[in-house]
Nanobody, 123 residues
Framework: QVQLAESGGGLVQAGGSLRLSCVAS????????MGWFRQAPGKEREFVAG????????YYADSVKGRFTISRDNAKKTVLLQMDSLKPEDTAVYYC????????????????WGQGTQVTVSS
């Protein structure tokens, strides 16, 4: 298993940008598919973005495609989520997750989770 810790959340105006970071500890980070999920108040947790173990493949939810970019640095055991053109509906707690399945996008595909970081977008 891998331990995950997110950072970088905060308050931003609509149209602004934030960059979330997720640092991993433990073994074999470079073998995991990594993902970002979010959960808004009163809503279920939803998939945002995923990246393959090598970083060569990325995939996104339709709601963030073209605005968010996921990347990873295996040497630093870090995965990033660059969020641009933020909208009020992006407000949520954002979670980093690690899993073993390729192109994973369901919560059950991921076995390790961080504690989350709050992102608030004001209109």
């Amino acid at each position: 298993q891998v331990q995950l810790a997110e950072s970088g959340g905060g308050l931003v105006q609509a149209g602004g940008s934030l960059r979330l970071s997720c640092v991993a500890s433990g073994r074999a980070f470079s073998t995991y598919t990594m993902g970002w999920f979010r959960q808004a108040p009163g809503k279920e947790r939803e998939f945002v973005a995923g990246i393959s173990w090598s970083g060569g493949n990325t995939y996104y939810a339709d709601s963030v495609k073209g605005r968010f970019t996921i990347s990873r640095d295996n040497a630093k055991k870090t995965v990033l989520l660059q969020m641009d053109s933020l909208k009020p509906e992006d407000t949520a707690v954002y979670y980093c997750a690690a899993g073993s399945k390729s192109y994973a996008n369901r919560q059950t595909d991921f076995g390790s989770w961080g504690q989350g970081t709050q992102v608030t977008v004001s209109s």
